[in-house]
């Protein structure tokens, strides 16, 4: 079908809602009466030739088999498809016979709708379209609306047809009926400003797509063979790289067994797509509706091939509870085995963050992968995110580290802006295989492709711009030569690297400094010991209010309403666990506890002021033990924190003294892959008595980390980037996390020096001049002199 008569069916098809829905329907809901009776239609008319074999089937089985329920193989052999029509009616005769009657319509409209076979049956109700008949009878506008979808005007079929006036119209294929639905919920979408391209990708993206996914093994694609997308939309796709394979690689004197699946959480949407698969003869039961992050629908399914356009920056918090128990992944799928620093095993999680859950579409396509000599392939569309978001640890970077250890990865491409529908942001192409090329293991390409595009003549939403064909062969040759493309002049054109796997991997580690600490006791400082840290302020109102009466339980009882209104009123925010808390007697007592213990303190070690805290600790210690006041751990750091402040002048607080000496001494310098000599950049420093180390407490504020690459080693990154520029620093090696981040920005990033200062100055020149001197006058400048910076 050529573009002028897809563009007038779509125009004829759009113009049906101004003419016949406009008094019946608000603007928004006109798509919920076109899309299905569009895809009710196809359905129809690809039904009507052989109306007659399928009637005669049902009569057979009726009167000479005597059957109480149809058979549906006999049905769906006579029908040539796998669904079928037991009715009388087809939508044509429908009109036909109609009269201005809209219940006899509604009647006749119904009993041809209950005629079909169980597949288009779900199909009508998730398009809700007997509720929608019913609506348009009643506002009697259903006879208008049969009318206009079996106009001579149209051809929905797949077969040549003529206007009234001679005129051919174009058969209506398969292809040409999925570019009808497209387009139609795009300027849907574009109508009502909602997301477009949450539905279907451009064409020729899903083209490079195929040929990325493909080419690599044509002469290897099996007679029978899968193809997954967890994420279909309207199957788009599912059925261009149908149509891909049985054009560019047909196998010889056979015909090719492809089967294809799909998920997709929109009703409409999947309603299109199952109707799509009926009519080009797939399997319909191979699409499923819900949420694939909820329900691992085909578990036990694995695919050749997998392609998809997740929705990215899309929260999938409402499906966490089917992931995550508290804050455990608990769905398999989002599991992942990692080793660390040291090479221990073991499972952690790869789950993003709530918002964005475009990752887990590409961990769900992972899981379904092939474990066979041939292998599975993935082409899988995301924004930048999930290049480089998350840092080392976060189920973000496990699932780059997942992919790319396991060397799946073998490609990513860079698309340019404004290629979909729905966003202008910067679009990428990830390609994974389990089963690389030898010249490929061990390697990742990155394909800079953002500035090869030809513009369109009109927007389409936010898509100004389209590949060519020569585009397409450009990143694919580029792609299948593993090609390294350094992009002359301009930003125009492709680049191209290609990197081992550990380029991209990132060694997370902290680098500690030690507390300096100076202490006192003062009233001010352990008054605030009194009350919890979280409930400071209400309980500062409450203790100002009736004092020491707080700790008798009828005190706090009596005056409930009056505590929580006082919070309400001052905007404080409390959660019930809060309010339990600041209401308990046990709380006030608990505060009153530690704050005459800290009074203790302070009568018996006075208001100096201290420089060492290390000494400092060693008073307040002996004191508890001779005074005999019980202290918890937590409790007796409460008071220590409250009373101190880290101070660059007071010495470094200790926080233990080791004994390091033969097979302890060997063990820890195994773990840490150093000599003894270097254990001070580990934070064990030698005292005067052999075999004795200090450690010291390291300061949180002055905590910083680096990432260092998987190819350096920390100690030497360490020694020759850190130690000069901070000599008290240590390695925190047990810190050490692993990461993987990909920075096109850094890879492809090409300076562009900025303008001199004379072409700047001929510039202002210019303008001062278009503005008649009035720069010059206000700056009190001569312009003469002025424009003699142009020809100096």
């Known amino acids: 079908m050529d573009h002028s008569a897809h563009n007038k069916l779509v125009s004829f098809i759009w113009s049906i809602a101004d003419d016949c829905l406009r008094d019946v329907y608000v603007r928004g809901k006109y798509r919920d009466v076109i899309l299905p009776m569009v895809v009710l239609r196809r359905l129809d008319a690809l039904l009507e030739p052989t109306k007659v074999q399928v009637l005669e089937e049902v009569e057979f089985q009726k009167k000479e088999m005597g059957v109480t329920e149809l058979l549906t193989d006999p049905l769906m052999a006579a029908s040539g498809y796998k669904f079928y029509n037991t009715s009388k009616w087809t939508l044509t005769k429908l009109n036909q016979t109609a009269t201005n009657n809209q219940q006899i319509l509604l009647a006749n409209v119904e009993d041809y709708l209950h005629g079909f076979s169980q597949n288009v049956k779900e199909i009508i109700r998730r398009f809700n379209l007997e509720a929608q008949m019913e609506h348009m009878a009643r506002k009697d506008v259903l006879l208008d609306v049969l009318e206009k979808f079996t106009s001579p005007l149209i051809n929905l079929t797949p077969k040549e047809a003529e206007d009234p006036d001679g005129r051919k119209l174009p058969a209506l294929s398969n292809l040409g009926m999925g570019y009808v639905f497209e387009e139609l919920i795009r300027k849907f979408n574009e109508e009502n400003n909602e997301e477009a391209g949450e539905h279907f990708t451009p064409r020729e993206v899903i083209e490079l797509m195929t040929h990325l996914v493909f080419d690599p093994v044509k002469a290897r694609l099996p007679l029978t063979l899968s193809i997954y997308d967890p994420a279909c939309g309207s199957g788009g796709m599912l059925t261009e790289s149908q149509n891909f394979i049985d054009e560019k690689y047909p196998a010889e004197g056979y015909q090719r067994d492809i089967h294809l699946y799909g998920k997709e959480i929109n009703d409409e949407t999947y309603a299109i797509c199952k109707s799509d698969m009926m009519i080009k003869g797939n399997n319909p039961e191979h699409i499923r509706v819900g949420s694939t992050l909820s329900t691992d629908e085909f578990a036990r399914e694995r695919f050749d091939f997998m392609l998809s356009n997740p929705p990215y920056g899309k929260s999938w918090a409402g499906e966490q509870k089917y992931i995550k128990d508290g804050s455990e992944v608990i769905d398999s799928r989002f599991r992942v085995r990692l080793t660390d620093y040291w090479g221990n095993g073991e499972v952690q999680d790869a789950a993003p963050r709530s918002s964005d859950g475009q990752l887990l579409f590409l961990m769900e396509m992972v899981s379904k992968m092939k474990e066979t000599d041939a292998g599975s392939r993935i082409a899988s569309v995301h924004n930048g995110s999930s290049l480089f978001t998350g840092d080392a640890g976060s189920g973000e970077s496990n699932i780059r580290r997942h992919i790319i250890e396991n060397d799946w990865l073998e490609a990513i491409i860079q698309l340019p802006n404004n290629l979909f529908y729905n966003t202008g942001i910067t679009t990428y192409i990830w390609l994974l295989s389990n089963n690389k090329a030898a010249h490929r293991k061990g390697k990742v390409q990155l394909l800079d492709a953002s500035g090869l595009y030809r513009k369109l003549r009109k927007n389409l939403g936010n898509k100004n711009c389209e590949f060519a064909p020569e585009h397409i062969q450009a990143i694919t040759g580029n792609y299948l030569a593993l090609a390294q493309v350094e992009r002359e002049g301009d930003s125009s054109g492709i680049a191209a690297k290609v990197f081992d796997n550990d380029d991209f991997g990132y060694y997370k580690v902290n680098i500690e400094r030690p507390d300096r600490r100076s202490a006192q006791f003062t009233p001010e400082r352990i008054a605030p010991l009194r009350f919890d840290k979280a409930l400071r302020e209400p309980m500062e109102w409450v203790f100002s209010q009736w004092g020491e009466a707080v700790y008798e339980s009828e005190t706090l ?236």
């Open 557 to 792: 009882k009596a005056n409930e309403q009056g505590i929580l209104g006082w919070c309400e009123e001052n905007e404080l925010s409390l959660n019930a666990k809060n309010r339990k808390k600041l209401l308990s007697p046990d709380t006030w007592v608990k505060g009153c506890h530690l704050f005459n213990a800290a009074n203790q303190l302070l009568e018996a070690i006075g208001q100096q002021t201290f420089t060492d805290f290390n000494q400092f600790r060693t008073r307040v210690d002996q004191h508890l033990k001779t005074a005999q006041l019980r202290l918890g751990a937590s409790e007796k750091n409460a008071i220590l924190n409250a009373v101190s402040w880290y101070d660059p002048q007071a010495e470094m607080v200790i926080r233990k003294t080791e004994k390091l000496s033969g097979e302890k001494l060997e063990k820890l310098l195994k773990h840490l892959g150093c000599e003894e000599l270097e254990l001070g950049d580990f934070g064990y420093y030698p005292t005067d008595k052999a075999g004795e180390y200090l450690t010291y407490e390291p300061c949180s504020d002055l905590r910083d980390s680096e990432s260092i690459p998987l190819k350096d080693h920390i100690h030497r990154y360490f020694v020759a980037e850190v130690k000069p520029h901070m000599a008290e620093a240590w390695i925190n090696l047990d810190s050490t996390k692993i990461g993987y981040e990909i920075s096109f920005n850094k890879y492809f990033y090409r300076h562009k020096p900025l303008r001199s200062m004379e072409a700047v100055a001929a510039d202002i020149v210019a303008l001062e001049q278009q503005a008649e001197g009035l720069i010059a006058e206000i700056l009190g400048m001569d312009i003469a002199e002025v424009s003699g910076v142009e020809h100096g």
